[in-house]
């Protein structure tokens, strides 16, 4: 199975790379953000030693994680639903196993090369410091608990996308709203209502920007934070039950055609 996974990886990652309209969007956007995020409020931070572009370069860590794992999956998978690609799947020896690790794959690839060039444009435009060896092994679980959580819930979400068409509406509209609330377009977030921070709590987004400030920035902007602190252990919790209600959301739901709804 391990070589049938990794040869749909290959192929999911071809695709991906032929359309330039999904690198554009899906790759470049987030980094485009921050060029303009951190072009507009600059230095403007009242934090001594930190700027805001500095801010938006740890934080958006976490939105391109999003978009790449929830997004790219949902609507990869809603269209494989609708063109056939998963009905003739099905008709093959290729394991319904096999051909989600190669989705996996492909997210997992898309978001390394995302946090690289977020980084290498948060370190050379932004003079965002790198971390030292404990901060990334820190970056090293929460990224990887980012990417299955958010990809888990890609493939769940999928399922309550009937057209292609409409799956970039459909499933942009949850990610922009938890990117407000949740801390990574709005920081500190204790400028938000209490209300919402509670919201924005009970979903993972908030937890990965959290902690992937922690990873970049000192440790004295975790008074900037809704409990003052890092909470890495809450984190590590929160990412961790968001991949086994993914999973089990994934293992419910999934599907290989409408038909079998």
């Not at 409020?41 to 794992?69: N, R």
């Not at 690790?101 to 997992?108: E, N």
């Not at 799956?167 to 709005?186: E, H, K, R, Y």
């Not at 919201?199 to 937890?207: C, D, T």
Request: aromatic share 12%.
């Amino acid at each position: 199975m391990t070589s049938m996974s990794l040869s749909r990886g290959h192929v999911e990652i071809l695709q991906f790379l032929r359309d330039r309209t999904s690198v554009i969007f899906t790759f470049l956007f987030p980094a485009l953000l921050l060029l303009l995020f951190g072009t507009i409020f600059g230095d403007s931070y009242d934090q001594p030693g930190v700027s805001a572009s500095q801010v938006y370069a740890a934080s958006m860590l976490a939105y391109g994680i999003l978009t790449t794992g929830f997004v790219t999956m949902g609507a990869g998978l809603a269209l494989d639903r609708e063109d056939g690609t998963l009905k003739r799947l099905r008709g093959t020896p290729l394991p319904i196993m096999s051909y989600l690790i190669g989705k996996l794959l492909l997210v997992l690839v898309l978001a390394v090369a995302e946090a690289a060039l977020l980084i290498l444009v948060g370190v050379l435009v932004y003079d965002m410091p790198l971390p030292d060896a404990s901060h990334w092994l820190t970056f090293s679980w929460l990224f990887v608990l980012s990417v299955v959580a958010c990809t888990l819930l890609g493939i769940a979400v999928s399922g309550i996308v009937k057209h292609a068409r409409n799956a970039g509406a459909i499933l942009n509209v949850p990610v922009v709203v938890l990117q407000f609330i949740s801390g990574v377009f709005i920081h500190p977030i204790t400028q938000l209502p209490s209300w919402l921070i509670t919201v924005a709590s009970f979903f993972p987004i908030k937890w990965m920007a959290q902690g992937f400030r922690y990873v970049f920035l000192p440790d004295g902007m975790k008074s900037l934070e809704a409990a003052g602190s890092w909470e890495l252990g809450r984190t590590a919790l929160v990412l961790g039950a968001w991949c086994v209600i993914g999973l089990i959301l994934c293992v419910t739901t999934f599907r290989w055609s409408e038909k079998d709804r």
